[in-house]
């Protein structure tokens, strides 16, 4: 079945899902086992575009002619995917005040233009859209579990080796992964393990849980659900209802609970995080827009950590800690809750990343992948340095 070309556009709201969207549209956020850009490429069998920030909009490309433009912020199943491509040229969906999807003939190229869209079609389906960074750990159980089931219909696991104990039947693995004397409980949730990937011998793993592509759990992880960690990274320690995007490394002892780590991050051996206030109280997180330290709703909520940022042995993160892009933490004691995007020291204070040394590591990291940093990365880490230096005054 043909299907028309997809956009996935930022909104307004957009900016409530910093830092995680400093470096990426918020379609690209992992959200189970895929990102929902990554389901609609799955469903339609072609790339979307994307309608972003002029910074972001050089690297995540728009599309051109009639297009179904679809709110990035959205997480959407199989079976609501296919409801907004039967949408027709000229109709739209709403959901209150928020434009969930339309079908334009012509070219949109701002998001500005979204926002005329006539209110043709009120949907009465409930559409789920991502609010707040958190969000994507707090959600996770639904969209691991969803992802699975779409991912492994109609395929056939690579056989489990003997060596593993393996509670319950909702365990996936892909081609070249090995897997080895590990323990895998899937009785709260499936557990999927993805192409190449490996789990180290004395592995302990609690579904739903989902191990991206050649990625790696050390030896004697211990994982709790719903955990997703991205491909191409290292985990070790104990990690407990957290995402972890992508060629980002915790590969030591040390907890990690209720956060979301982006991508091309190290955590320190040893790092360890808060994921619960002494007494008990709901936990409050920085807000980019305000300015301000906002209620979550949670009483169980950890570290966000955007891009490229990095920390030392024995890193110690307070409850509710938001980490910007290229931040180098080190030292002992609590650093604040929040720091900002290229900060360098820790609890005893901090001064400026310099741009020219924190691309020099980046390039240095990915490089150590078989990737560059290109000239659209450091364009795109450059006006980061540059819009966030008031942050670090």
């Not at 570290?303 to 490229?308: F, Q, R, S, V, Y």
Request: glycine content about 10%; overall charge negative.
């Amino acid at each position: 079945m043909g299907y028309p070309p997809v956009v996935l556009f930022d909104d307004d709201r957009y900016g409530q899902l910093l830092p995680l969207t400093f470096t990426r549209p918020a379609a690209c956020l992992r959200s189970g086992i895929l990102t929902q850009a990554e389901r609609w490429e799955k469903l339609t069998g072609q790339e979307p575009g994307y309608l972003t920030s002029p910074v972001l909009q050089t690297k995540y490309r728009n599309k051109t002619g009639a297009a179904l433009y679809i709110n990035g912020r959205l997480l959407a199943d199989e079976t609501a995917m296919k409801e907004l491509l039967a949408l027709q040229p000229g109709q739209s969906i709403w959901q209150e005040q928020q434009l969930i999807a339309c079908y334009s003939t012509d070219t949109i190229s701002s998001a500005e233009q979204l926002t005329g869209v006539e209110k043709a079609d009120i949907s009465v389906v409930t559409y789920t859209l991502i609010q707040r960074p958190w969000d994507l750990f707090s959600m996770a159980k639904t969209w691991i579990t969803a992802d699975f089931l779409w991912i492994t219909s109609g395929k056939q696991s690579a056989p489990v080796s003997a060596t593993n104990t393996v509670i319950g039947k909702d365990l996936f693995i892909e081609p070249g992964a090995q897997v080895e004397a590990a323990v895998i409980n899937t009785t709260s949730g499936p557990v999927y393990i993805g192409k190449d990937a490996e789990v180290m011998e004395g592995s302990m793993i609690r579904g739903p849980f989902a191990l991206g592509d050649h990625s790696t759990l050390k030896m004697g992880a211990k994982i709790y659900g719903a955990t997703s960690i991205g491909p191409h990274c290292k985990v070790g320690g104990e990690v407990n209802n957290s995402m972890i995007f992508g060629f980002s490394n915790k590969a030591h002892d040390g907890f990690l609970g209720n956060s979301v780590i982006g991508e091309w991050c190290n955590l320190g051996a040893d790092t360890n995080n808060s994921n619960l206030k002494n007494n008990y109280a709901e936990v409050r997180m920085y807000d980019y827009l305000t300015g301000r330290f906002i209620h979550t709703g949670l009483q169980f909520c950890g570290l966000i950590m955007g891009d490229h940022s990095k920390c030392g042995i024995n890193t110690m993160f307070n409850t509710g800690t938001v980490v910007g892009v290229n931040a180098n933490i080190f030292g002992d004691g609590f650093p604040r809750n929040f720091i900002p995007s290229f900060s360098w020291g820790g609890a005893a204070g901090f001064t400026t990343y310099k741009l020219a040394d924190a691309l020099t590591v980046a390039e240095a990291v990915m490089q150590r992948r078989g990737l560059q940093l290109n000239q659209t990365d450091k364009d795109i880490l450059t006006y980061i340095f540059e819009s966030t230096r008031a942050q670090r005054q």
